[in-house]
């Protein structure tokens, strides 16, 4: 009876731990990844990645850009001057692209539903 109690206590320390580690990997902020990854950007309480992250992009180096939808209410993400327009995402969806640009400059993007608290920069480098 003892040994059972005890591997009871084992197993859910070793499940707790788990979830707790799982967790963590889940919420980290995740907005820059390696260079062959892309971006990923989370739409969440109105805001892209908390923050409306400046992205920076290199001339004539397309970047991969994975949005993805946590927010109750359907977004999108436009990009006006890099014809960038992904259509309404509802909640728990997800949209890839590239962006890519021939000519350096910061080119705005934003949410059309929420103008001025969704929006941020796309800085295009040499």
């Not at 004539?60 to 927010?71: G, V």
């Not at 997800?94 to 920069?121: N, Q, V, W």
Request: net charge neutral.
């Amino acid at each position: 009876m003892k040994n059972n109690i005890i591997a009871i206590i084992a197993i859910s320390f070793i499940i707790v731990g788990s979830l707790w580690g799982i967790g963590n990997i889940v919420s980290q902020d995740n907005t820059q990844l390696s260079k062959n990854e892309g971006i990923i950007m989370l739409m969440k309480d109105n805001k892209f990645n908390v923050t409306n992250p400046d992205i920076t992009v290199k001339i004539n180096q397309p970047l991969k850009i994975s949005i993805a939808n946590q927010d109750f209410r359907k977004h999108d993400f436009i990009v006006d001057d890099l014809n960038i327009n992904t259509g309404f995402i509802s909640s728990g969806q997800d949209f890839t692209t590239l962006i890519a640009s021939d000519k350096t400059g910061s080119y705005r993007y934003y949410c059309s539903i929420h103008p001025g608290i969704m929006e941020g920069k796309i800085i295009v480098t040499n």
